[in-house]
């Protein structure tokens, strides 16, 4: 039996942990404490992280880990991204600057992006349009970045299951040379 | 009823896009347009350098011609400028595509005809399918950047291509092995990003040393990813 890891992060309120929990086997654990944090509208959120699981068919086994998504939490995040599968940035298009929350995550993960897959997921992009999926493709390429971007409600499984196999994408990419 | 869609003295690379576009639309839109090499046509893709030569001919067929650039004079809803937008022409085809549908059915209106007399006495230099596939053959590209949102449409298929693309260098070989996608659909959709300038060419010696490891652990990691889609009901 092998265990492999993929992270899921994103601001706080992006939906980590519902996401951890519309795909993950068991329950997810979660660290949710009461939000203090007047800026968001939030009862409770994750100040440490998210965990959750998915038992393969062979064995093999996935755990699923949803990091802390506040800036102050970032030397935690070099440590969850080691040998880390890949990993998942969900951004919130309601918040005040999406841009600059997509920025702290790859300013955050900058030293794993060179080698490690990843996709962003944006989610209320229906209810705030104002910050398009090309204005992040754009910021992607002003650093020399290509990730996927897709929308996603991350209340939906099958939006998480999307990102999840573009995810898939990204890593099988990255082993595919040895084809013809 | 098909509609046939013709170029007009095109550059290749605008003649590239154009019928990458049309097969695009075909399937994301399901248009009735297809890309035809030779005549008769319906409509036409001109350049603005014919129009500009033979206005009096061109004028005759108004709401027919699409031209590529701008000309002084001429109706914007027949133009699209450079760069070509997807969601432009996209537009222009639709339109056409109404009008067309709406003459045909005047049983007394021989709405086909005039177009069919232009295909008949303009001559063009489409390459064939298999010219343009082999012209990519053996080429690696990546994505420069993500593709806008217009020119994906969610559709599925060209999200996973660009999504491969991404990530590495792949030929078509590769992209089509990959993605489970025919390869002809791969080289349309590889025209598509190449004309809107997304894709960069790599060549062998350029390519990244972990490869190699990549490579090496590539069979594991293929069993991996199964296990999971599968476990996902992917």
């Given at each position: ?5 993929l ?87 309601s ?7 997509l ?18 997921g ?5 209810t ?53 | ?41 319906h ?42 937008r ?18 045909l ?9 005039p ?48 999504t ?12 089509a ?50 296990s ?7």
């Amino acid at each position: 039996m092998k265990e492999y890891k993929l992270l899921i992060t994103g601001t706080m309120g992006a939906g980590k942990t519902t996401a951890i929990r519309a795909i993950s086997d068991i329950e997810p654990i979660v660290t949710d404490v009461v939000n203090h944090d007047s800026s968001v509208a939030k009862a409770r959120t994750t100040v440490g992280l998210d965990y959750g699981m998915l038992s393969l068919d062979n064995g093999d086994r996935i755990r699923l880990f949803g990091t802390p998504g506040q800036a102050r939490f970032d030397f935690l995040w070099e440590i969850l991204a080691r040998k880390a599968l890949g990993l998942v940035i969900l951004i919130d298009n309601s918040r005040p600057d999406p841009l600059a929350d997509l920025a702290m995550f790859l300013d955050g993960f900058a030293s794993q992006l060179a080698r490690l897959p990843c996709v962003v997921g944006v989610g209320r992009l229906d209810t705030h349009p104002a910050t398009t999926l090309d204005h992040y493709a754009d910021a992607l390429e002003a650093r020399g970045m290509v990730f996927p971007i897709l929308t996603v409600d991350v209340r939906q499984r099958a939006d998480v299951v999307s990102l999840i196999d573009t995810l898939l994408g990204q890593i099988e990419a990255g082993m595919a040379l040895d084809l013809p | 009823m098909e509609l046939r869609l013709g170029t007009i003295n095109l550059e290749p690379k605008d003649l590239a896009y154009v019928r990458a576009l049309v097969r695009l639309f075909a399937h994301t839109e399901k248009l009735s347009w297809s890309f035809a090499d030779a005549a008769p046509y319906h409509a036409v893709v001109a350049d603005p350098g014919a129009r500009a030569a033979n206005p009096g001919f061109f004028a005759a067929f108004e709401g027919l011609v699409l031209t590529l650039g701008h000309l002084p004079g001429q109706s914007a809803a027949d133009t699209v400028a450079y760069p070509i937008r997807a969601n432009q022409f996209r537009d222009w085809l639709k339109l056409r595509q109404d009008s067309l549908r709406e003459l045909l059915h005047r049983s007394d209106t021989p709405a086909m005809q005039p177009v069919m007399e232009i295909a008949q006495v303009v001559s063009t230099a489409a390459p064939s399918p298999a010219l343009v596939k082999t012209s990519q053959a053996g080429r690696r590209y990546k994505l420069r950047r993500w593709p806008p949102a217009d020119l994906l449409r969610g559709d599925s298929g060209a999200m996973r291509m660009a999504t491969f693309m991404s990530r590495n260098a792949l030929s078509m070989a590769q992209l089509a092995a990959l993605t489970g996608q025919p390869e002809d659909t791969c080289a349309s959709f590889v025209a598509v990003l190449h004309a809107a300038n997304l894709l960069v060419e790599v060549v062998a010696a350029e390519l990244a040393p972990e490869t190699a490891v990549a490579e090496q652990a590539a069979p594991v990691r293929r069993g991996l990813m199964a296990s999971l889609r599968r476990h996902l009901g992917i």
